[in-house]
């Protein structure tokens, strides 16, 4: 099975800090790995690096066999990798379902002409992109709360939300950073199910930053941890509950 992502060498420096340092790892395709690490650790810088917000200080991200180092962020998306933002961002005062269009907009095939004017093809587009809103809506448990206002919504809602509006972008591979945060339990049971369906149904790769060690375990086929910008260790769940490194410096010794 190939890999999607490869990252080589991937150091971020900020001044004197190595915010990240000499990382290297790949996300099979059609896989779910987990990317974990104490707080500080580097995961967001990684995403940061993968999306082209942060230029790299050296090393090499390569997306299905492509160089895309220092790919421009507003061109990531159609290269095909989105991504949810650890501190959520959505149009707060729109409803959830124009969250969603808005998103589908993005990747619509009419131009500004086609909008002002109203053509054939702009309604015909616009019909295509608000099923499509309120398919995804359905898939993500979100359709009864269509017309909620985006900050009504509960904080995991709103989780859902971002990350129904990632895939509205058809991505090949999702990046979500700490999904889960703020959920209780259920949620986070429910969330982990989810992400599991989505990459079924969409026939993507994941790749999730999430503190919850037990959906980590459960859900990710592969594990990188970080620790201080380096990579500590990398395998499967399995592999990386019993690496003596990752107990030792992420577990927390031997008190389980
Ligand atoms: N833009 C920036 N300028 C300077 N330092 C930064 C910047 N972004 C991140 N850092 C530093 O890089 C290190 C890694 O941060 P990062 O946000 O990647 O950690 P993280 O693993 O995502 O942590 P958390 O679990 O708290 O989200 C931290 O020391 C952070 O302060
Ligand atoms: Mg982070």
Redesign the pocket.
């Known amino acids: 099975m190939s890999d999607i992502l490869q990252v080589r060498g991937l150091t971020?420096r900020?001044?004197g800090?190595a915010?990240?340092s000499e990382v290297d790892f790949s996300v099979r395709e059609g896989g779910i790995a987990g990317?974990i690490?104490?707080?500080?650790?580097?995961?967001?810088?990684?995403?940061?690096l993968i999306t082209g917000v942060?230029k790299v200080t050296a090393g090499a991200v390569t997306f299905e066999g492509k160089d895309i180092t220092d790919t421009e962020p507003y061109k990531i998306a159609d290269i095909g990798i989105t991504r949810t933002f650890?501190n959520i961002r959505l149009f707060k005062n729109l409803t959830v379902f124009d969250n969603v269009l808005t998103a589908c907009h993005a990747s619509a095939g009419y131009g500004l002409f086609d909008s002002l004017v109203r053509t054939p093809r702009f309604r015909r587009e616009e019909k295509v992109l608000r099923d499509k809103s309120i398919e995804l809506l359905s898939i993500l448990g979100l359709a009864d709360r269509k017309d909620a206002i985006a900050n009504g919504l509960p904080y995991g809602l709103q989780r859902r939300l971002e990350i129904t509006r990632a895939l509205a972008l058809d991505p090949r591979l999702l990046l979500l950073?700490?999904p889960a945060a703020g959920m209780n339990p259920d949620e986070t049971e429910q969330l982990m199910r989810l992400i599991a369906d989505i990459r079924d149904r969409f026939k993507l790769s994941v790749l999730v930053?999430e503190?919850h060690m037990d959906l980590v375990m459960r859900l990710c086929e592969h594990i990188v941890v970080?620790n201080f910008?380096q990579k500590l260790a990398d395998g499967t769940p399995d592999a990386i509950r019993g690496d003596k490194c990752v107990i030792e410096a992420y577990l927390g010794g031997g008190d389980e």
């Open positions: 971020k900020f001044g800090l915010a990240v990317l690490g104490p707080n500080g650790a580097g995961k967001t810088t990684i995403f940061n942060y650890q950073d700490e930053i503190h970080l910008g």
